[in-house]
């Protein structure tokens, strides 16, 4: 089974702390990905990105940034946290190719920021 | 832009109850369509997928139909268990690349 673990499942931090969210995937999947889940919005896409070393903005990559050093690890980073970045966020990941193959979930972090 | 719309919740059914969430979609092109579910404390799991008209996609008991006319993916099953109880998010995949647009998720709560 694809395994996709996230460092903390709860983390809380201060205003202004630049916050590390780390994700590791074991199963070689080429596509890593950075959601926050707020309610009555559903998922919203931060970033992605498809290869080691390369990353895309989604649709809401205001306030954060992403790091992918090695192809199994995918960091978000919160250069300067604030209150409105309280929220549960997800990472995923995926293989590539033309088949559709379906994006696995870690459990969350639910950051609140203080 | 690509968009999904599902119905508000919480839903609440009794036990043996016949489901339906409904799931309609915007987007260019031809859209691969999905039904993920996140348990309490969990993550989302992929529940079933369809990838083109007419696919009828269907695990554990629940079903859905790629409805292009209507452009509707509704998520139905026959008889909920109270292990059902979840969020359950429909999720559209449109051209290339790996990127989903989900909907907002409804809330299904199942009592004996």
């Known amino acids: 089974d694809v395994k996709v673990t996230q460092s903390s499942r709860y983390l809380v931090k201060r205003t202004g702390e630049k916050v590390f969210l780390e994700c590791v995937q074991d199963m070689d999947h080429e596509n890593m990905f950075w959601y926050r889940q707020d309610p009555g919005l559903g998922l919203r896409l931060i970033y992605f990105s498809y290869d080691v070393k390369m990353k895309e903005k989604g649709d809401i990559p205001e306030g954060y940034s992403v790091s992918r050093e090695k192809k199994e690890r995918f960091s978000l980073i919160l250069e300067s946290a604030s209150t409105n970045q309280t929220s549960m966020y997800l990472c995923?990941?995926?293989?590539?190719?033309?088949?559709?193959?379906?994006?696995?979930f870690g459990d969350g972090t639910r950051l609140s920021i203080l | 832009g690509n968009s999904v719309t599902q119905m508000e919740g919480p839903v609440t059914l009794s036990e043996e109850a016949f489901l339906t969430i409904n799931c309609t979609y915007t987007?260019?092109?031809?859209?691969?369509l999905f039904w993920y579910v996140q348990y309490p404390g969990e993550g989302l799991q992929l529940l079933l997928k369809a990838t083109k008209a007419d696919d009828k996609g269907s695990n554990k008991g629940f079903e859905a139909t790629y409805r292009k006319e209507t452009t509707s993916f509704h998520l139905e099953k026959g008889s909920v268990q109270v292990s059902d109880s979840a969020v359950y998010f429909c999720?559209?995949?449109?051209?290339?690349?790996?990127?989903?647009?989900f909907g907002t998720g409804t809330q299904l709560k199942v009592e004996l």
């Open positions: 995923a990941s995926s293989l590539s190719g033309g088949a559709i193959q379906p994006q696995h």
């Open positions: 987007a260019t092109g031809y859209p691969s």
């Open positions: 999720a559209l995949r449109a051209g290339g690349g790996n990127k989903l647009t």
